[in-house]
Nanobody, 122 residues
Framework: QVQLVESGGGLVQAGGSLRLSCAAS????????MGWFRQAPGKERESVAA????????YRAESVRGRFTISRDNAKNTVYLQMTSLKPEDTAVYYC???????????????WGQGTQVTVSS
């Protein structure tokens, strides 16, 4: 069973940056598309970004376009989310997921990590 473990979350001031990591264990995820999602208190989980297994194609939600970048290193079995120009509305628990095809739809992801908290203060 593939396990995904997110890290890199924390407290940052508005305008700051964080880099989240999602490390896979038990099996390689090099053939999976990977995605980042987030969920704020009282809100539904929303997509943030996704990347194909090759890393050649990426999607980003409009709310983070120009600020967040998704990337992957298949040799390290890890996916990253570089977040810059953070805003208080980016505050949420961030989750990574693995899917057989590239999508921003959480329903197609069948492997999830436990999440990492990102808090942006104003």
């Amino acid at each position: 069973q593939v396990q995904l473990v997110e890290s890199g979350g924390g407290l940052v001031q508005a305008g700051g940056s964080l880099r989240l990591s999602c490390a896979a264990s038990e099996v390689t995820v090099s053939t999976y598309a990977m995605g980042w999602f987030r969920q704020a208190p009282g809100k539904e989980r929303e997509s943030v970004a996704a990347i194909t297994w090759s890393g050649l194609r990426t999607y980003r939600a409009e709310s983070v376009r120009g600020r967040f970048t998704i990337s992957r290193d298949n040799a390290k079995n890890t996916v990253y989310l570089q977040m810059t120009s953070l805003k208080p509305e980016d505050t949420a628990v961030y989750y990574c997921g693995a899917a057989r095809s590239l999508s921003l739809d959480a329903a197609v992801y069948d492997i999830w990590g436990q999440g990492t908290q990102v808090t942006v203060s104003s």
